[in-house]
């Protein structure tokens, strides 16, 4: 499949570790903090969301960390597997959804 | 599948040139967002439409425009094509309110040459 953001940063795991990709957002209206993966070649796919008024939210292998103090969002994901290799954006929403930077998970055997 | 369908897949066309690039939404979904996708960026909002009715503007070139029809699928035309709009062209739609989830199609990708 083709690349996408050959810039990005990447973040090498070795199957089985825990991985964690973190965000800095910068509006403080914003509603919901979001996180999506994109697979090569495919469209963005919702993750998990946190509420604004939440600090931790908890989904199947994966966990969302809020820390609005300082303007900080990370993605917690469990027992990393073969198939977590992916671009992961945060995103925020406040009526738009506006997308960070991504971050290239790439996990090892 | 994400219930969202975009046309066409790929796209080539000459500088100068004008497209419309088509989103069908998911059933239901009011809102539709539109995003660019370079090979050096991340998702750059462009323009979204609630309902028919635009709802926010983001980083949309003058030359772009879009808009959303009565039976919510929009399109998203870009005229005077120039190498740099040579990218990935992402629709999504959403159900508004709570949440941010939203659901991506699988893209258009333009090549401008």
């Known amino acids: 499949g083709e690349s996408v953001g050959l810039h990005l940063p990447t973040l090498s795991v070795q199957e089985g570790d825990n991985s964690i990709i973190n965000c800095a957002y910068s509006n403080s209206a914003s509603d919901y903090f979001i996180w999506y993966k994109q697979e090569s070649g495919k469209g963005p796919q919702f993750i998990i969301d946190?509420?604004?008024?939440?600090d931790k939210r908890q989904g199947q292998r994966v966990t969302v960390l809020l820390n609005k103090t300082v303007k900080h969002l990370s993605l917690q994901i469990a027992a990393t597997q073969p198939g977590d290799s992916a671009v992961y954006f945060c995103a925020e929403k406040d009526n738009k959804l506006i997308f960070g930077a991504g971050t290239r998970l790439a996990v090892h055997p | 599948d994400s219930g969202v369908t975009q046309t066409p897949k790929h796209l080539i066309t000459a500088t100068g040139q004008r497209v419309t690039l088509r989103c069908s939404p998911r059933?239901?979904?009011?809102?539709v967002y539109w995003y660019q996708q370079s090979l050096d960026q991340g998702l750059q909002f462009l323009i979204q439409?609630?309902?028919?009715?635009?709802?926010a503007k983001g980083n949309i070139l003058e030359r772009f425009s879009a808009q959303q029809f009565p039976d919510l699928h929009s399109e998203l035309n870009l005229s005077s094509l120039e190498l740099g709009d040579s990218a990935l062209y992402f629709c999504a739609s959403s159900v508004e309110g709570e949440g941010g989830e939203a659901f991506f199609g699988q893209g258009t990708r333009l090549t401008v040459v």
């Open positions: 946190i509420r604004s008024n939440m």
């Open positions: 059933s239901g979904d009011l809102s």
């Open positions: 439409y609630y309902n028919g009715e635009e709802r």
